[in-house]
């Protein structure tokens, strides 16, 4: 793996790599958490629309 530094392209150190990669993953289970909370609020936001009878347009309408 290559990386730049200070306008210098060189090989990545063992270290860089591990800690890459380990930085991979971490974003990885970050933007996975992210996802579902992102799916957990929409599905909360239907069961309160459910429970009113009412649809998205009319609640932005309503809030508008």
Do not use: C, H
Request: hydrophobic share 35%; proline share 0%.
């Amino acid at each position: 793996m290559k990386t730049n530094d200070n306008g210098t392209d060189r090989d990545m150190t063992t270290a860089e790599i591990a800690e890459y990669e380990q930085w991979q993953k971490d974003f990885a289970q970050e933007q996975k958490q992210r996802d579902k909370d992102v799916a957990d609020k929409a599905a909360a936001r239907q069961i309160v629309l459910d429970r009113l009878g009412i649809t998205s347009d009319e609640a932005a309408l309503l809030l508008s």
